[in-house]
Each structure stands twice: as C-alpha cells, then as structure tokens.
C-alpha cells in the first residue's frame, strides 16, 4: 500500500505539470471522494502516513488522470458546491460558478425584505437549479420557478430538486421546473424576483479547457458579443415581473454595456451593474416600476 502523504504529494505534482490551477486544491478533493471521506480526515491520515487501501488509490489515479486532462473537477466527483448545498452535475449541465452567489445574495435580501409571506420568484436558464433552489432553502414561503430550455440539463435539474426537497418544504417553499424557453414563459407572472444565469459567452473568446466541457447551449449567447439571448430575455423579463419586482442577469465583463442598455430600453428603474469579488462586471440589475408601465415595455 502508499502512504497517503506520499501519494497527495505525487498527484500534486502530476496536476501542476498538467497545467492546473490549484493543483493543492483539486488533489486533496480527489483524494477525498475516492477514499469516500471528508478533505479534513484525509488530512488527518495525510499527517499521519496512512497507508491508503489499493481500490482508492487506484479510484484516485484515474481520477486524477482525468483531472491533468482537463475534465472538469466537478464532473469527476458528480458534485459542485454553491453556497450552502452542493449540486448533482455532470456532462449536459452547466456547472454553477461562486461569482453566481453574488447575485442569488441580492435575490435573497430582497425576498426577506418583502411584507408579508408566499413570494414568487422565477429562475430562468436554471441549469442545475441551483439558483432556484438557493432562494427556495434560504427564504421561507418563497415559490421559485425554475426554467430550462435543455431537456439534458432538466433532468439534473429535477434531480437536484428532489434531494433538497425536504429542506425546503420545511420551511414551507417549494420549487416547480419549467422545460421551456425563458424569451417564451408565461408559467408564472408577478414575481417578486427573476434571477437569470443564460448563456452570453462569445464564440470568439478563449477559455480555459475546462469552460468548453460546459454545454454549448449553456454558453454561448449568440451574436458578436454573446448578449444577443440575454437581450431577449431581458425584454420578456417585465412581462413576468409585479410592479416593484426585481430583475437581475448575469453576463460577461465585456458586454456588460449592452445588458445594461437593454435594461433600459425594457423600461426598468434604478438600473445597475454590480462587479463581483475580482471587481468584474458581473450582473446587472433593476426594478419594474412602482405605478404605470413604461411605454417601452408594452411594445417590446
């Protein structure tokens, strides 16, 4: 058998020779899921030479292989985390990214904020749900529609909404998947939040490998600059919006301008662009109005 200090310490080196950018990281989470237990007790055998049993070390090499080949980390392990949970992924759905929890924080303070109980919130390109079910988990009473255009992502959707539905049932919530498109949903009107992920990748920019492992249906937004979805769905938010209700789209630093200009030719208020921990461009959001339409968004 290897030592368990010896073996990290080797698939450390394999992941940096590949390329990996937190080598440490991605080895010690492998190493974890292979052994089929917590980073913290790998730490403890780590410390202490464990001799690691043949089936994992053999589990944790070809996972490792795996990882120098640029499979995402996340598709080995079948799991991504966001915020409090951790999201069933694989091949098919887009893995959710922590910039994303920025903007589900803002969704949430605005759901607590609101008077009374029973708040309606739609998810559109909900991917795994994990949008969706962050605001169902974290805000009692709240009803969240989840929309996925793909019927491949859908299934990882409705999977991850049965592992935490007794979570939030508990706390009186519920999540309904949607399989549609977002520029065409009606299911639901008079949200008090739509939260909205969609693809805005441009065909012409260059990513690390792992970015492309993502569905190209989950990525690209079409158009020179991939906003040209995002602008549609931006134009169709206010129909599914209650006055006051607010609408936040997460897009790319470099089109940013044009997402905030669609906001307002969709006739929201207060509009904003809100940079997220690295200081990018990262969503932008804004209100329907309070009292009377905007002309613009009855012409849409």
């Known amino acids: 058998m290897a030592n368990a200090d010896q073996l990290l310490r080797q698939s450390i080196q394999q992941l940096a020779r590949a390329g990996?950018?937190?080598?440490?990281?991605?080895?010690?989470?492998?190493?974890?899921?292979?052994?089929?237990?917590?980073v913290s007790e790998l730490g403890s055998h780590v410390l202490r030479g464990t001799d690691v049993p043949r089936e994992v070390k053999a589990q944790y090499a070809r996972a490792c292989e795996s990882r120098a080949q640029r499979v995402p980390l996340q598709h080995i392990t079948g799991v991504a985390p966001f915020r409090y949970l951790e999201m069933h992924?694989?091949?098919?759905?887009?893995?959710?990214?922590?910039?994303?929890?920025?903007?589900?924080?803002?969704?949430?303070?605005?759901?607590?904020g609101l008077p009374g109980d029973n708040h309606t919130a739609i998810d559109l390109c909900t991917g795994s749900g994990a949008i969706a079910i962050a605001l169902a988990t974290e805000v009692p009473r709240t009803h969240v529609?989840?929309?996925?255009?793909?019927?491949?992502?859908?299934?990882?959707?409705?999977?991850?909404?049965e592992r935490y539905r007794p979570?939030?049932?508990?706390?009186?919530?519920?999540?309904?998947?949607?399989l549609g498109d977002a520029t065409e949903f009606l299911g639901a009107t008079s949200a008090q939040v739509i939260t909205c992920n969609p693809p805005y990748v441009a065909r012409?920019?260059?990513?690390?490998?792992?970015?492309?492992?993502?569905?190209?249906?989950?990525?690209?937004?079409?158009?020179?600059?991939?906003?040209?979805?995002?602008?549609?769905?931006?134009?169709h938010a206010p129909r599914l919006l209650a006055p006051g209700?607010?609408?936040?789209?997460?897009?790319?630093?470099?089109?940013?301008?044009?997402?905030?200009?669609?906001?307002?030719r969709a006739g929201f208020t207060n509009v904003e662009t809100v940079g997220d921990y690295?200081?990018?461009?990262?969503?932008?959001?804004?209100?329907?109005?309070?009292?009377?339409?905007?002309?613009?968004?009855?012409?849409i």
């Open 89 to 112: 992924v694989g091949p098919g759905v887009f893995i959710p990214r922590p910039e994303t929890e920025l903007m589900v924080t803002y969704a949430i303070e605005h759901l607590a």
């Open 278 to 299: 690295t200081g990018r461009d990262r969503f932008t959001r804004g209100y329907r109005a309070l009292s009377g339409e905007d002309d613009r968004v009855s012409h």
């Open 245 to 264: 209700g607010l609408f936040m789209c997460e897009h790319a630093e470099y089109n940013s301008r044009t997402v905030e200009n669609a906001f307002h």
């Open 20 to 38: 990996i950018e937190s080598p440490t990281a991605d080895a010690k989470t492998l190493f974890a899921w292979a052994w089929d237990i917590s």
């Open 145 to 161: 529609h989840a929309v996925e255009l793909s019927p491949d992502a859908a299934l990882y959707t409705e999977r991850n909404i």
């Open 204 to 235: 012409t920019v260059e990513h690390a490998p792992e970015v492309n492992s993502d569905p190209d249906l989950a990525l690209y937004g079409g158009g020179k600059d991939g906003s040209e979805l995002p602008q549609r769905i931006i134009a």
């Open 167 to 178: 979570t939030f049932e508990a706390h009186g919530s519920d999540v309904i998947p949607h």
